[in-house]
């Protein structure tokens, strides 16, 4: 008998120029899908000050750090919480490398080298560990909660016992 890996949740942002961009927000979203995730929470939300600079918190000291901030609170931004097996190491390989012009020569294909603009405005974030994604949903969707996803939303993801709603993204069938 093989053993089922569980879902593996990441956060995935998609930044202020990219929403901005009904173009790139929809080929960003049809990627996703594309390739097996779930989008578990979306949240639209334009981030506070206060939000972005503990989100960021570990690039103070660098050079690029106000520019970020002041980016990051420019304007709308999208949150979803994406699951499926790897879904770390999948979302991060999508994405590909933070420095876009390197991205679009090593990594033509995907989303930075098609979407992002510079190295800040690089289209999108992504966790880079269970430890990353667990603090970044606290801060950008503190209402998630990770017991509950673990015990009762996991189960039923991996089932197919999800459907689509219009108002949520989705509904977890109960009964189905």
């Not at 503190?142 to 009762?152: L, M, N, R």
Request: proline share 5%; with cysteine.
């Amino acid at each position: 008998m093989t053993s089922v890996k569980p879902l593996q949740l990441t956060l995935a942002i998609m930044k202020p120029h990219v929403v901005s961009c009904p173009f790139s927000l929809h080929d960003i979203r049809r990627t996703i899908l594309d390739n097996g995730f779930y989008v578990v929470r979306s949240k639209r939300q334009t981030i506070k000050l206060e939000q972005a600079e503990q989100f960021y918190s570990e690039h103070k000291a660098k050079f690029f750090y106000n520019r970020l901030i002041t980016f990051m609170t420019s304007g709308p931004s999208e949150a979803y919480i994406l699951a499926r097996e790897d879904a770390i190491s999948v979302w991060r390989h999508l994405m590909g490398p933070t420095k876009v012009f390197r991205c679009q020569l090593s990594n033509p294909d995907s989303i930075r080298a098609k979407h992002g603009l510079t190295d800040t405005r690089n289209a999108t974030h992504g966790s880079d560990s269970d430890e990353s994604v667990r603090q970044e949903i606290s801060i950008i969707v503190p209402q998630f909660c990770f017991e509950h996803w673990k015990q009762t939303e996991e189960p039923m993801f991996r089932n197919g016992k999800v459907q689509f709603n219009d108002q949520q993204f989705i509904h977890l069938a109960h009964n189905s």
